[in-house]
């Protein structure tokens, strides 16, 4: 498949992020362009193996990252503390569908679950770590070499393998189909919203868990005060951003 891309000169564009950043919306509007577009979280060859990820991360790497093949690269970053909150919720929404789950949680349970329980496990730090144990690694880029524009909420990278853009989600979608159309040279590209939690049928119950959410000092520090967070977001961002939840 690879080789028939490449004599047609089209270069895959792979959506590599953590998830809860916007990443289904973008890959399903690269796919509706006719953009060949792949999607990975992760491309850590113990971790795809050990697991049952989607076909396509295991594509990506043995085709494309594996054989050292070119491609177009697009990550997006989001207010760390939201993303946090947005993974907490959807595993809590995942766990309570289960046979014989327990009761759902209060919205006091959760918020209570979410600063304890939640904030104690490794995931949240490996989440913030994402770009030292998943790019760097293997696409061999450290994005905390180059200076991120905060005022623009874009970068482009490029080395000889892999063009990259890395974009904030809390671009509006008009500033987030500009990137990616001048990044893929395709101007006619725009974004269409897909998984918006406002239309899931718990959108009610998520809007109350972030209005009661309120998160302890040293948490807020842990969060904010992390390399992800530092570089992404100014001083002034992350302030704002902290007293959204303090």
Not at 31 to 51: K, Q, S
Not at 97 to 114: K, V, Y
Not at 174 to 182: I, N, Y
Request: proline letters at 6%.
């Amino acid at each position: 498949m690879y080789a028939g891309l490449y004599l047609a000169r089209r270069t895959p564009v792979i959506v590599y992020s953590t998830g809860r950043v916007g990443s289904m919306a973008l890959y399903r509007s690269l796919e509706t362009a006719g953009v060949f577009v792949v999607t990975a979280e992760t491309l850590n060859p113990d971790r795809l193996a050990r697991h049952k990820h989607p076909g396509s991360w295991r594509w990506t790497y043995r085709h494309i990252v594996r054989p050292r093949r070119p491609a177009a690269v697009i990550s997006i970053v989001r207010d760390p503390l939201a993303l946090l909150i947005s993974h907490f919720f959807f595993k809590l929404q995942r766990a309570t569908r289960i046979p014989d789950r327990p009761r759902p949680l209060s919205i006091d349970e959760m918020c209570e679950t979410f600063n304890t329980v939640y904030l104690d496990q490794g995931r949240p730090g490996r989440l913030l770590a994402w770009f030292e144990t998943e790019m760097k690694p293997y696409l061999g880029i450290d994005v905390y070499d180059r200076d991120f524009p905060c005022d623009r909420g874009f970068v482009r990278i490029d080395t000889s393998l892999y063009r990259v853009l890395i974009y904030r989600a809390e671009l509006d979608d008009t500033a987030k189909s500009r990137a990616v159309a001048d990044f893929l040279g395709s101007p006619n590209f725009a974004l269409t919203r897909f998984n918006v939690t406002a239309s899931k049928p718990y959108a009610r119950v998520y809007a109350s868990f972030q209005r009661r959410l309120k998160v302890p000092i040293e948490r807020l520090d842990y969060v904010y005060g992390s390399r992800y967070a530092r570089h992404f977001y100014s001083a002034a961002e992350r302030e704002s951003m902290r007293a959204r939840w303090s």
